[in-house]
């Protein structure tokens, strides 16, 4: 036994890990609704994972690259647009938001599940050349457009079927199950389009099936509370017309403190869709790499690296408020910057990959923040409207930092010098962390002011 005792080790490691997502391991009320949504969240993401932003820019980059139709400028802006397609849908957000509103919700998010496996699979009969390529940008588009109604409306049914002491945890688990089999689609994509690059004619059907097989698990989840919900929702929509662009203005003039957020949060954000699509066209242009290699670079290892790190993050998330958590989780992003920037001067595939893993942290704490800041604001029935102005913002920015990523490629690349938009994101980002800094002393200073009064005063 003495010599078997080093292997046994990472085996105790990994059964541990295992045994600390079975149902059993939370409060018997939030073993069942736990449980259903963890078995959906492994097939769902075998889906999302065709269409997932690292993996499909490499697969448009690669696929499309020389074929009829198909000019190089065009094919870069097709390459941005599919890195940024999930972030420019969050522009429907309050669409979402407000159709939602007195609807079931386990329901209406289950169809907008089963749209986007249809719109995957989709992308199957779309041939490889120019009219293709738009074809498939257009589906690629509403697929993400559908699951961003998703991740909007999601957030209400975590909140209402989870305790606050346990969501951070039970958000951890379910984005960790999650971004394994999204690296694990990312692989087997990879591995396909290295075969034979129209092997997608076959492969995306084939995850989209097993979508569907995710979405009939998840509409077995019951939503807590559901009738009142339901009841306090609608009793809002009496009082007001519906959750629209001016409804966030008018949220964001009300709380001032999440309005500040959401700016820095702009800022920060900026920087980090700009990253995507230069770092793709240092992988393709630059160092050649495989399709395997490439979305291992842009999905995979990130993805496999969030198990570990979403742990670590989502206990530092339960004891401190959004802001304190971006202004600590925010370096993780600008570090991965000036690793890639530091691959596109090099030419370093090691660096590459050392960026990867440090996006994978960065995104780690990111999925938890994503889904969870907000309600650090929000009230319990404005909670998909506090989301839905953080997910249309990103939208915004989402249509304007992959253009200004592309725009500076452009212009640079030609002239020698197009590691400078890697830079220039390394810049924004930390600009942006500064800023949740700020807030944060300005918070506790105010805080500290406060409890030195109530003291004099007693």
């Not at 457009?145 to 957030?155: F, L, S």
């Not at 209402?160 to 990312?186: C, D, H, M, W």
């Not at 839905?388 to 992959?402: D, E, F, K, S, Y």
Request: proline share 5%.
């Amino acid at each position: 036994m003495r010599e078997l005792a080093p292997f046994l080790v990472p085996v105790r490691f990994i059964g541990g890990f295992a045994r600390s997502f079975h149902p059993a391991s939370l409060p018997p009320m939030l073993r069942m609704t736990y449980g259903r949504e963890l078995v959906s969240w492994a097939f769902l993401p075998l889906m999302l994972g065709a269409i997932e932003g690292g993996t499909i820019g490499i697969v448009i980059k690669k696929a499309f690259d020389g074929q009829p139709g198909v000019e190089t400028g065009w094919l870069d802006l097709a390459t941005a647009w599919a890195l940024a397609a999930p972030n420019i849908a969050n522009l429907t957000s309050f669409i979402w938001a407000a159709l939602a509103k007195g609807r079931p919700k386990v329901a209406f998010i289950s169809g907008l599940q089963i749209a986007a496996c249809l719109l995957v699979a989709a992308i199957a009969l779309f041939p490889r050349n120019g009219t293709g390529l738009l074809l498939t940008c257009i589906a690629l588009g509403l697929a993400r457009t559908a699951w961003t109604g998703v991740i909007t409306v999601r957030a209400a049914v975590w909140r209402n079927n989870y305790p606050n002491a346990s969501r951070a945890e039970i958000a951890g688990k379910l984005a960790t199950v999650q971004s394994l089999f999204l690296a694990a689609a990312g692989l087997l994509v990879g591995r396909a389009m290295d075969y034979d690059p129209d092997n997608y004619h076959y492969l995306f059907p084939l995850l989209a099936v097993f979508g569907l097989i995710g979405n009939h698990i998840y509409r077995k989840v019951r939503l807590r509370r559901a009738r009142q919900l339901q009841r306090a929702e609608l009793d809002g929509r009496k009082k007001d017309a519906g959750f629209s662009p001016m409804g966030m203005i008018r949220l964001l003039r009300e709380d001032r403190l999440y309005a500040r957020f959401m700016w820095w949060m702009s800022i920060f954000g900026f920087g980090n869709l700009m990253l995507s699509a230069p770092m793709t066209y240092v992988v393709t242009d630059e160092l050649h790499m495989s399709y395997t290699a490439g979305i291992m670079i842009n999905a995979i290892i990130p993805l496999a690296v969030m198990p570990f790190a979403i742990p670590l993050w989502s206990r530092f998330m339960a004891r401190t408020h959004i802001i304190e958590f971006r202004s600590v989780h925010g370096w993780s992003f600008v570090v991965a910057s000036v690793a890639v920037t530091l691959a596109s001067y090099l030419h370093s595939v090691e660096l590459m990959y050392l960026g990867a893993v440090l996006l994978g942290i960065g995104y780690a704490g990111g999925t938890l923040a994503w889904n969870l800041g907000h309600q650090d604001f929000a009230s319990a029935e404005r909670d998909a409207d506090y989301m839905a102005v953080h997910v249309t913002l990103n939208g915004i920015r989402g249509i304007l930092a992959p253009i200004a990523a592309w725009g500076m490629h452009q212009w640079l690349a030609p002239l020698g010098h197009a590691p400078l938009v890697l830079v220039t994101c390394t810049v924004i980002n930390a600009i942006g962390v500064l800023g949740f800094i700020s807030m944060r002393r300005s918070i506790r200073a105010s805080t500290d002011g406060g409890d030195t009064a109530q003291a004099a005063a007693a």
